[in-house]
């Protein structure tokens, strides 16, 4: 053991540990409230090969709306981008259409153990970034709406 050395810290796990901050707040209201519909069209239309971000775009209007209103952040494009990324959420089930049609390809059998992961990796990464980026979309309009109709708190700045 070294002279004069700081014991390492505990870091605590558990609980008491989690904080959640207020971006992460509105953004899992926002998307969490954004879910149900999403999942709801999706249902409506067929449950097909596609889906509609129409409800993530005003899950990230409430998440936008409500973080401008509390005056947490005055930009809210991360709380939009995060709510949207939830919302998408229910885009992953068109995985089970990929790896159905993987399942059929006439291909060998060790280009499918490569290609399948790389098509799931890949349609997750773009399928959760134009939710994340129709959510950012969303908070924008929030954020403006709020400082339309003064939702927005009084600063404390001035006083």
Do not use: C
């Not at 401008?68 to 995985?95: N, Q, Y």
Request: glycine share 16%; proline share 5%; hydrophobic share 50%.
């Amino acid at each position: 053991m070294l002279i004069g050395a700081e014991a390492p810290t505990m870091v605590q796990n558990g609980p008491s540990s989690l904080h959640v901050t207020e971006t992460w707040k509105y953004a899992l209201i926002g998307g969490i409230a954004s879910l149900p519909f999403t999942v709801g069209s999706y249902w409506l239309s067929g449950m097909g090969s596609e889906i509609s971000l129409n409800m993530v775009f005003f899950g990230g209007l409430v998440a936008g709306y409500l973080a401008s209103a509390a005056a947490t952040e005055p930009d809210v494009s991360h709380v939009g981008f995060r709510a949207g990324v939830i919302g998408g959420l229910p885009g992953l089930w068109l995985l089970v259409d990929l790896f159905v049609a993987a399942i059929t390809w006439g291909s060998p059998l060790w280009f499918r153990f490569v290609a399948i992961p790389l098509l799931a990796g890949g349609f997750t990464i773009a399928l959760l970034g134009f939710a994340g980026i129709v959510g950012f979309l969303g908070s924008k309009v929030g954020g403006w709406l709020a400082t339309k109709t003064g939702a927005q708190q009084p600063s404390a700045a001035g006083n």
